[in-house]
């Protein structure tokens, strides 16, 4: 008990720190520092496990994925192939529905904090003439904006629980297959209802001769994709590829390199996975993962139900997926089953966490997106509940094949 009040005590500060708008670079090392305070933890063993976190293997690894994925997004962005893709995808599909949903799904393939309000002007345009509500746009744009990041081992999220979880990004994906699954399929129900059939007159060999476009210009991610999940390439390295085929491709000289590197990098992104990799560190040095864990092993609580309620709360809390995780999940680790983790419980205490996010009111997409359409956030919050709820149930799946 006396662990876990510790630990509740330096998440509270942490999350006070997030509300007031400190930098999460900043608050993962400053809760890592207090969380050492508490504990008493001798300043050698201190600097040892923040040297540790900072440099190992693992936290390096997750540090060079998200800075590929960055330097990719930038490339994509800058050359126009990312608004060929949305044209190109436009002009394949027969209904607007079937576009109004592509258009950030396709968008979101790339993590960009956001994002969503890049893909509203594109949601508006697909709706066209029809009569359709604001808040029916709304809820489209930021549902199907969400897809990929329960999967896709370009978002800093599934990075960054592979690496606290020691379960690999293929794993991840096979395990947070479902809820991705749900999304699209509840979304079809909820996003849509009372709206039919929206044809668009086309040719079918011009649909086809856009759909190949679409494909050729969303080829680094899709080949990144299909290297990590079907080969089990290291992701560093198929992004690294990746990137390298796409400097050939557009013959990058050295400037223009340097250049898109400097554009691209957000050193306080890189920042907060080393802070969250200290936390982790620190965490384990002090003894209170043990501690926690012993505590709700002898308290009698449904272990399902802390995995989903703890990451629940955080995740509405910070409206982030790298918020929730790194916060969490070293801390219910244990519960998870330590160093040989459950995909299973991996996945539920993740679909939960991201639930939270998707009913964050703080999440920035969230903000954007209604704020582009101009319609009440109430408005749309209350169409999300039941959704979340339902993509959330499909945690049984892997609960059951894991």
Known sequence: MNDLLKTTLVLIFIVLLLRRKTSMAAVMPIGALLLGIIYLTPPKIFLSAAWSGAFSAKSLEMTLILALTMVMENILRTTGMLKRMVSSLSAALPDRRLIMAAMPAMIGLLPSPGGAVFSAPMVNEAAGEAAIQPEQKALTNYWYRHIWEYISPLYPGIILAAGITGLSTQTLFLANLPFALSVVGWGAIFCFRGMGRQNIP??????????????????????????????????????GGAVLVLYGAHRYSPCAIFKNLKESISIKALLLVTGIMIFQEVLQVTGALAGISSFFASSGLPVHLVLILIPFIAGILTGLTVGYVGITFPLLLPLMGGASASPGL?????????????????????????EYFQVDIAR?????????????????IPLLIF
């Open 202 to 239: 086309s040719i079918g060999t011009v649909r086809r001769k856009e759909f190949m476009s679409f494909l050729i210009m969303a080829s680094p991610i899709l080949l990144a994709l299909l290297l990590v999940v079907l080969f089990k390439v290291n992701p560093a390295i198929s992004l």
């Open 346 to 370: 991996v996945a539920l205490a993740f679909g939960a966490g991201f639930a939270g996010v998707m009913l964050s009111p703080v999440h920035l997409c969230y903000v954007l997106t209604c």
């Open 380 to 396: 749309i919050y209350h169409r999300l509940f039941l959704p979340s709820a339902l993509v959330l149930a499909a945690a049984i």
